[in-house]
């Protein structure tokens, strides 16, 4: 299995309050990417990030901001939790060489009540 | 809306027999398409990619078939096992080195 580990792996938080969830990769590769999973939705991409200190919006970006101040670390900030952005959060990486080929950390269950 | 779409969210296969689960896509445009499985509790995992310019790739087991004309992914599973029980997602590369994936299909396997 590729080295990401996401923590923490489950959390419940209430509205309104700040959450950071972290990825963290031992691969050394370029790409690294948080998506949201619920159902009936599949993945759908929040940000990304292209290298250090470089990143960008996915699709479902409102309300989500990201930082990546090194190439193994990638972390998600919910600045103000709501109860729509319950879910489970995945992060992946990929290599530039072949991008459609991303490998997915093992997920973090989110719940705001 | 989603670009890319799966037609069918549930698929009950008997084992040993083979597996066909379709995809629908709408950007032309896209430089690779990809199938992605998920076991219950853990992350997406690659299993196959096929190019634009390609219309089949075997992999083990699986294959895939691409129909640019109408627009048309599948993967074929052969001889299905209990262990391919999965959520099986299509997605499309958006040449922006990202990915957009369809909404995923469940595939059971019976015993």
């Known amino acids: 299995d590729a080295g990401i580990t996401q923590s923490p792996r489950h959390k419940v938080t209430e509205t309104g309050t700040p959450v950071t969830l972290r990825c963290h990769q031992t691969e050394n590769h370029r790409y690294m990417y948080w998506y949201r999973q619920d159902p009936g939705h599949g993945l759908r991409l929040i940000h990304y990030?292209?290298?250090?200190?470089?990143?960008d919006k996915g699709e479902v970006s409102d309300g989500y901001s990201v930082s990546r101040s090194k190439t193994e670390d990638f972390l998600l900030t919910l600045e103000s939790a709501t109860s729509s952005q319950t879910s489970v959060y995945f992060c992946?990486?990929?290599?530039?060489?072949?991008?459609?080929?991303?490998?997915f950390g093992p997920g973090t269950r989110l719940t705001v009540t | 809306g989603e670009s890319v779409g799966l037609h069918l969210p549930t698929l009950s296969v008997q084992e040993g027999d083979n597996s066909i689960i379709n995809c629908a896509y709408s950007?032309?445009?896209?430089?690779?398409f990809i199938w992605y499985k998920q076991e219950s509790g853990k992350g997406p995992q690659f299993i196959i990619d096929?190019?634009?310019?390609?219309d089949k790739r075997q992999g083990q087991r699986v294959t895939v078939l691409l129909n640019k004309t109408v627009k048309h992914l599948s993967l074929q599973i052969a001889a299905t096992q209990p262990g391919d029980s999965a959520v099986y997602f299509c997605a499309e590369d958006d040449n922006d080195y990202k990915l957009s994936f369809g909404a995923g299909t469940t595939v059971t396997v019976r015993a």
């Open positions: 992946a990486i990929s290599e530039g060489g072949a991008v459609y080929e991303q490998y």
């Open positions: 096929i190019r634009s310019n390609m």
């Open positions: 950007n032309s445009a896209s430089d690779y």
């Open positions: 990030s292209y290298g250090v200190k470089d990143t």
